[in-house]
């Protein structure tokens, strides 16, 4: 899930990330988003080092991406998978989204649903929900097919969290919602992901951040298969 471990002695050249808070500019709004790392893994952290834009995030690529206007926000219905800080989702809301469910596994909701307060003008809160998911757990709580747009920023790397995401992926999305997936390809079973992807989905690369090695694939759920 997005919720992953951080050993501070595995990756020392990640340890000038250790900021109580990170700040961003999207959507006319300065968004400043809480983080804590020891405490949430690198769920908790943007990864935009102050002076390394190297290390810039899936997420706010994402988010320049949805800033481009290529995706219709306005007045949609849009969840976040593995939202971490949230940072998409609180985007999302800000570029006009109707209504926008923020997800992650339990650990996460308290960041979650500080940064949505922290950032989210007040008449539009309620447009804004926090929420556990656990991908493949409890999918009833969520309309079949009612959302149209899912949003997720590097949440493609645990393998054995594949079949989940993918059936997470299938139950919210009906034929015509729209999945924007922003995600390095590190290792052959990226590349298998959007294998089993494409199995169920139409999938294809609409943007690639060069300096950052960042695809953004956007898929649309195939018609289902109805036998003569």
Request: hydrophobic share 45%; with cysteine; aromatic share 8%.
């Amino acid at each position: 899930m997005a919720l992953v471990p951080y050993d501070g002695n595995y990756l020392p050249v990640l340890s000038k990330l250790h900021h109580s808070s990170a700040e961003f500019h999207f959507a006319d709004h300065n968004v400043r988003l809480t983080q804590d790392w020891n405490k949430l893994g690198v769920a908790a952290v943007v990864w935009d080092a102050v002076s390394d834009h190297r290390w810039r995030t899936t997420a706010v690529v994402m988010c320049m991406y949805l800033e481009l206007g290529q995706v219709e926000l306005t007045g949609k219905v849009a969840i976040e998978l593995g939202a971490g800080t949230g940072l998409v989702g609180i985007v999302a809301a800000l570029l006009g989204a109707k209504k926008v469910t923020i997800t992650d596994r339990e650990p996460a909701l308290g960041f979650l649903a500080a940064n949505v307060k922290e950032n989210i003008p007040p008449d539009q809160l309620g447009a804004v929900e926090v929420s556990e998911l656990t991908w493949g757990q409890g999918l009833e709580r969520y309309p079949k097919g009612g959302f149209d747009i899912v949003l997720g920023a590097d949440i493609v790397y645990l393998e054995d969290t594949f079949p989940s995401l993918l059936q997470t992926m299938e139950h919210l999305s009906s034929e015509i919602s729209v999945v924007l997936l922003a995600c390095k390809i590190r290792y052959e079973r990226d590349t298998n992901f959007l294998s089993m992807l494409k199995q169920r989905f139409t999938v294809h690369k609409v943007h690639y951040d060069k300096e950052r090695d960042i695809h953004i694939y956007k898929a649309v759920k195939l018609p289902a298969r109805r036998d003569l």
